[in-house]
C-alpha cells in the first residue's frame, strides 16, 4: 500500500480520470487508490505503478497515426501481457527485431506498423484486463 510523507498508509478512494485524445474521443476510468498517494501539499498523485497504468491504456486506445515510438511498443506489448517472442510472432518479426524497436534501434516497417495496429485493435475488442 502506498504511504504518504508522514509515513502513514493511504487509503484513498479510487480516482477519476480523464484523458483526451487527438482525435477528439476522450477516455474515462477511476485509477485503483493503492495507484495515488497524496504529496505534502495534500494533492492527490500517482505512484509510478499508477503511471504504467495510464501509460498502458493510453497506448491501447490512443490513434496510431505515425510510426510507434520505442516507448509506445514496449507499453503496448506489456499491457497486452506478452514477450518479445510472443509480440514479434504476432507481428510476423524476430523477437530481435521487437528487441531492436524497443531500444529505438530500428523503426517499423509500413506493414510491421499495420500489423502493430492490428494486435493492439483485436486486443481491445477482446478486452483487455491490465495487470495491476
Excluded at 504518504?4 to 485509477?31: E, I, N, Q, W
Amino acid at each position: 500500500m502506498p504511504t504518504l510523507t508522514d509515513g502513514k498508509k493511504s487509503s484513498l478512494p479510487d480516482m477519476p480520470y480523464t484523458m483526451r485524445f487527438s482525435d477528439g474521443r476522450t477516455l474515462a476510468v477511476l485509477v485503483p487508490g493503492r495507484m495515488t498517494v497524496k504529496d505534502r501539499g495534500g494533492e492527490v498523485c500517482f505512484t509510478p505503478a499508477g503511471i504504467r497504468f495510464l501509460d498502458q491504456l493510453q497506448v491501447l486506445f490512443m490513434p496510431l497515426d505515425r510510426a510507434p515510438s520505442p516507448g509506445f511498443i514496449r507499453t503496448l506489448r506489456e499491457a497486452l501481457g506478452l514477450t518479445q517472442e510472443q509480440f514479434g510472432d504476432r507481428a510476423g518479426v524476430d523477437k530481435m527485431t521487437v528487441y531492436r524497436w524497443e531500444r529505438g534501434e530500428l523503426k517499423p516497417a509500413d506493414r510491421s506498423v499495420a500489423k502493430i495496429q492490428e494486435i493492439r485493435e483485436g486486443a481491445v475488442r477482446r478486452g483487455v484486463t491490465l495487470p495491476g
